[in-house]
């Protein structure tokens, strides 16, 4: 529809006699508030009586707030001045008052200008529409995926000091978290030393250095591919057997792997180098629990005082320690309270020296497997249970082939 803005009564009648449909007014108040409730109305024709501000005034608060609104000026006289005049404002077209075929070629264009206008701003509309649906549909998504997150807990066996048991620790406490009736893997980060697959008498094809042929797409059949399986709820992920791998798995995909391990499996169960590496910090970094091994000497109550310094300034959490003295009736003129006094951390549980621990490492068992009534087995299946208790997941995790991602828990700083 047009609106035409004509002060003088008989131009006005003449223009609205001409564009049929039409609706007149005679004050720029009037045209304002027609228009702002006339969604529909395409062109204004601002007639000869209305003087040059009150026009342009106009055009200018149309082309921000209605740019579908052709604005066509009718003047007396048009000159060079008037052009640039409309130009300058908006206005759509200047055309002389007693030219009424122009007049009326003028509104026919600003039709077909407004009607493609409004198809832009249609588009523009239902484009936003889809962006906010997707984005909907995205934030919905990722609550499903946060719903779904892997609930498998992951536990950090470390030591700075080597022969403490950190090794022994690992793999049983593994192994007692599967006789429980849980699915667990074992993981060796160890690179260039781990025991963990001779310790269960595994002869492993892949370890966790063929993360690196998989350029950086770690995905489910990949994690999978790395599995040793040593009883049925128990997997293992061994170290290299040979110090002559050519590439080493990075940081980076030691955690995509950890975190799709997380996704597959109840438990992990970390046993690390010893060092603040890039491989160990992965796997400290998703840790719902870090397990300190040690023993009661004073180079590794001196080696485990570092290392609780250092994840102290990481801002690992002290609630989440746990501690496992190992040889705890050693008679070395060191207590038990003493190494917890200085250490700054309770023992979780002890182990005591025995000829049946190495015998199990030398057939290549675990010691909760081979000697289940032995002190050390039960001490390591009660802590087994004590962490199965204090890190219980919510659900039983879902088949392998229903679980996506993985949770990541981030040092603080």
Same mark, same amino acid.
């Given at each position: 529809?047009?609106?035409?803005?004509?002060?003088?009564?008989?131009?006005?009648?003449?223009?609205?006699?001409?564009?049929?449909?039409?609706? /007149?007014? !005679?004050?720029?108040?009037?045209?304002?508030?027609? $228009? #702002?409730? *006339? =969604?529909? @109305?395409?062109?204004?024709?601002?007639?000869?009586?209305?003087?040059?501000?009150?026009?342009?005034?106009?055009?200018?608060?149309?082309?921000?707030?209605?740019?579908?609104?052709?604005?066509?000026?009718?003047?007396?006289?048009?000159?060079?001045?008037?052009?640039?005049?409309?130009?300058?404002?908006?206005?759509?077209?200047?055309?002389?008052?007693?030219?009424?075929?122009?007049?009326?070629?003028?509104?026919?264009?600003?039709?077909?200008? /407004?009607? !493609?206008?409004?198809?832009?701003?249609?588009?523009? $509309? #239902?484009? *936003? =529409?889809? @962006?906010?649906?997707?984005?909907?549909?995205?934030?919905?998504?990722?609550?499903?995926?946060?719903?779904?997150?892997?609930?498998?807990?992951?536990?950090?066996?470390?030591?700075?000091?080597?022969?403490?048991?950190?090794?022994?620790?690992?793999?049983?406490?593994?192994?007692?978290?599967?006789?429980?009736?849980?699915?667990?893997?074992?993981?060796?980060?160890?690179?260039?030393?781990?025991?963990?697959?001779?310790?269960?008498?595994?002869?492993?094809?892949?370890?966790?250095?063929?993360?690196?042929?998989?350029?950086?797409?770690?995905?489910?059949?990949?994690?999978?591919?790395?599995?040793?399986?040593?009883?049925?709820?128990?997997?293992?992920?061994?170290?290299?057997?040979?110090?002559?791998?050519?590439?080493?798995?990075?940081?980076?995909?030691?955690?995509?792997?950890?975190?799709?391990?997380?996704?597959?499996?109840?438990?992990?169960?970390?046993?690390?180098?010893?060092?603040?590496?890039?491989?160990?910090?992965?796997?400290?970094?998703?840790?719902?629990?870090?397990?300190?091994?040690?023993?009661?000497?004073?180079?590794?109550?001196?080696?485990?005082?570092?290392?609780?310094?250092?994840?102290?300034?990481?801002?690992?959490?002290?609630?989440?320690?746990?501690?496992?003295?190992?040889?705890?009736?050693?008679?070395?003129?060191?207590?038990?309270?003493?190494?917890?006094?200085?250490?700054?951390?309770?023992?979780?549980?002890?182990?005591?020296?025995?000829?049946?621990?190495?015998?199990?490492?030398?057939?290549?068992?675990?010691?909760?497997?081979?000697?289940?009534?032995?002190?050390?087995?039960?001490?390591?299946?009660?802590?087994?249970?004590?962490?199965?208790?204090?890190?219980?997941?919510?659900?039983?995790?879902?088949?392998?082939?229903?679980?996506?991602?993985?949770?990541?828990?981030?040092?603080?700083?």
């Amino acid at each position: 529809m047009t609106t035409i803005l004509e002060t003088d009564s008989g131009q006005r009648s003449i223009l609205q006699a001409m564009l049929h449909g039409s609706t /007149a007014v !005679a004050s720029v108040a009037d045209l304002h508030s027609h $228009v #702002q409730g *006339a =969604a529909h @109305e395409f062109a204004v024709v601002i007639g000869p009586g209305i003087t040059t501000g009150e026009a342009t005034e106009f055009a200018e608060w149309a082309r921000i707030n209605r740019p579908d609104l052709g604005v066509i000026l009718l003047r007396d006289t048009v000159d060079a001045n008037a052009l640039a005049m409309a130009l300058r404002s908006g206005m759509r077209e200047v055309v002389q008052s007693k030219d009424l075929a122009g007049i009326t070629t003028a509104v026919q264009r600003a039709r077909t200008v /407004a009607s !493609a206008i409004g198809q832009t701003m249609l588009g523009e $509309v #239902q484009a *936003a =529409a889809e @962006e906010a649906k997707a984005r909907l549909v995205a934030e919905a998504e990722a609550e499903r995926a946060a719903a779904e997150a892997p609930t498998g807990r992951l536990f950090t066996v470390f030591s700075t000091k080597g022969g403490v048991g950190k090794s022994l620790v690992a793999v049983n406490t593994a192994v007692a978290l599967s006789q429980k009736g849980h699915r667990v893997c074992l993981v060796d980060l160890d690179v260039n030393s781990g025991d963990v697959a001779i310790m269960l008498q595994l002869s492993p094809s892949r370890n966790v250095n063929d993360l690196v042929a998989f350029r950086g797409g770690i995905d489910q059949g990949a994690i999978e591919s790395l599995l040793t399986e040593h009883s049925e709820r128990l997997s293992v992920v061994a170290a290299p057997v040979t110090l002559d791998s050519p590439d080493q798995a990075s940081g980076e995909e030691i955690g995509q792997m950890l975190d799709g391990l997380k996704g597959l499996f109840e438990y992990v169960v970390v046993d690390t180098s010893g060092v603040f590496d890039d491989q160990a910090l992965a796997a400290l970094d998703r840790s719902d629990s870090i397990i300190l091994v040690g023993t009661l000497d004073i180079p590794a109550l001196k080696g485990l005082k570092l290392a609780a310094s250092t994840l102290d300034l990481l801002n690992f959490s002290r609630s989440s320690w746990s501690f496992v003295l190992n040889r705890a009736d050693a008679k070395v003129g060191l207590t038990q309270a003493e190494y917890e006094s200085t250490l700054g951390v309770k023992a979780d549980a002890t182990m005591v020296s025995s000829r049946e621990v190495l015998a199990a490492v030398n057939r290549g068992e675990a010691l909760v497997t081979a000697f289940p009534g032995n002190v050390n087995s039960k001490a390591l299946t009660a802590f087994a249970g004590t962490l199965a208790q204090a890190h219980a997941t919510t659900d039983s995790p879902a088949p392998a082939t229903e679980r996506k991602g993985g949770r990541l828990r981030k040092r603080k700083g």
